[in-house]
C-alpha cells in the first residue's frame, strides 16, 4: 500500500477560521489517496499567502513524506505557491507531488504554470497598488473616497469603517479648513476666489483674474478653470 501526505492552503485567516477551503482541498486529495487504495499517513495545511515561504505545514509535509518515502499530494497546482523559485525547490526536494488538477503534469508544464501563478501574484499586486494609489488620490483631492462596491466613503486608508457621503464631505470640509488656516496664503486665496465666485464671476474670470495678480496654485503653477473649481470644492464650497 502506497503512502500518501496531504497539503492544503489557504491565503486568509478568514478561510482558515470558516475551513471550507481547506475542507474542499481535503476532500479532493482523499477521494484521489482512496481511489489509488493509499493510505494517507499525514494531513498538514497552512494559512499563508502563496508568496510567502514561512510554511511550517509544508515544511512538516515534505519531512514527513520524505521519512516515509511517500507522495505529497495536492489539491491544486497554485496551493503550492506562487513563487516559481520556491516552487521548483520543492520539486528538487525528492520527494515526489502529485496535483490533483494536473495528474500528468510534466517537467515542462510545471515550469510554465508555476511561472504563471507568479505572473498573477505579480500582476494583482500591481493592480491593488494602483487601486491605493487612486484612493490616495480622491482622499488627497477631494477629502474622502467612495467605494463604489458599498457606496461607503472613507476619508483615510486607516479608516476601515466607512460613513455616508454626507459624513465625509462634513469631515473633509473641516478637515480641509484646519489645513488652509494654517497656511495665510492658501486662506487668502480662497477667501478671494470665494468672494469672486458668490458675486457671479465664472471659473474662467476667477482664473484670469489670479494669474493677472500673481497669485498661483500650491504646486506653482497658474490657475486654469478646472484648478479654481477643485480649489472651491476642496474648500466647502459647492457650486452647481
Known sequence: ??????YSRVSTREQGISGLGLDAQLNTCREYVQSRRGEVIGEF???????????PGLDQALE?????????????LDRLA???EYSHRIKNSGVPLFFCDFPEINT??????????QY????????????????????NEHGFHTSRKSGEAVTSLGNKKGCSMEEAHEAAVLSRKKIMEADP????????????????????????????????????????????KR???LWGVYYG
Not at 500500500?1 to 496531504?6: G, L, S
Not at 498573477?120 to 482622499?139: F, V
Not at 468672494?195 to 489670479?210: A, P
Open 1 to 6: 500500500m502506497r503512502n500518501f501526505v496531504i
Open 45 to 55: 495545511h497552512d494559512v499563508k499567502s502563496g508568496s510567502s515561504r514561512n510554511r
Open 82 to 84: 506562487r513563487d516559481a
Open 231 to 233: 480649489a472651491l470644492s
Open 120 to 139: 498573477e501574484r505579480e500582476l494583482g499586486q500591481s493592480r491593488t497598488k494602483d487601486a491605493l494609489n487612486q484612493i490616495k488620490r480622491n482622499i
Open 185 to 228: 496664503v492658501r486662506c487668502r486665496q480662497y477667501k478671494l476666489m470665494t468672494s469672486l465666485r458668490e458675486r457671479g464671476d465664472s471659473f474662467y474670470t476667477i482664473s484670469e483674474t489670479m494669474n493677472m495678480t500673481g497669485e498661483l496654485t500650491a504646486m506653482g503653477r497658474h490657475w486654469s478653470p478646472g484648478n479654481v
Open 64 to 76: 514527513l513524506a520524505k521519512q516515509n518515502s511517500a507522495t505529497l499530494v495536492f489539491a491544486k
Open 108 to 117: 515542462l508544464m510545471f515550469g510554465i504554470l508555476v511561472a504563471f501563478a
